[in-house]
Nanobody, 123 residues
Framework: QVQLVESGGGLVQAGGSLRLSCAASGRALSSRYMGWFRQAPGKDREFVATISWNWAITYYADSVKGRFTISRDNAKNTVYLQMNSLKPEDTAVYYC????????????????WGQGTQVTVSS
């Protein structure tokens, strides 16, 4: 069973910061990578960032490079997403999931997604 609980979202002005948390348990801990994804209204879910449990290897979507930082605390089975210099286009529901890649694209590993956490950036 995969259990993922996201938290930390909220309403923030453009240029502000938020820190999201994802508590993972069950099968989610067996994935090599954990990732953050987001879905804006009327759009498909998209990859944001990913980190490996073992070596903290990270990858980012071009749209968030230099502004977002993904990290993890293995002792707490928790993954974080520090979001700085937020823009209105970052507004979305943010989800975490195990992650894998085809080489060209990162995708969520498990069909069971959490409830997500809403991030709203006002201009």
């Amino acid at each position: 069973q995969v259990q993922l609980v996201e938290s930390g979202g909220g309403l923030v002005q453009a240029g502000g910061s938020l820190r999201l948390s994802c508590a993972a348990s069950g099968r989610a801990l067996s994935s090599r990578y954990m990732g953050w994804f987001r879905q804006a209204p009327g759009k498909d879910r998209e990859f944001v960032a990913t980190i490996s449990w073992n070596w903290a290897i990270t990858y980012y979507a071009d749209s968030v490079k230099g502004r977002f930082t993904i990290s993890r605390d293995n002792a707490k089975n928790t993954v974080y997403l520090q979001m700085n210099s937020l823009k209105p286009e970052d507004t979305a529901v943010y989800y975490c999931n195990g992650a894998d890649t085809t080489g060209n694209k990162w995708y969520g590993l498990y069909d069971s997604w959490g409830q997500g956490t809403q991030v709203t950036v006002s201009s």
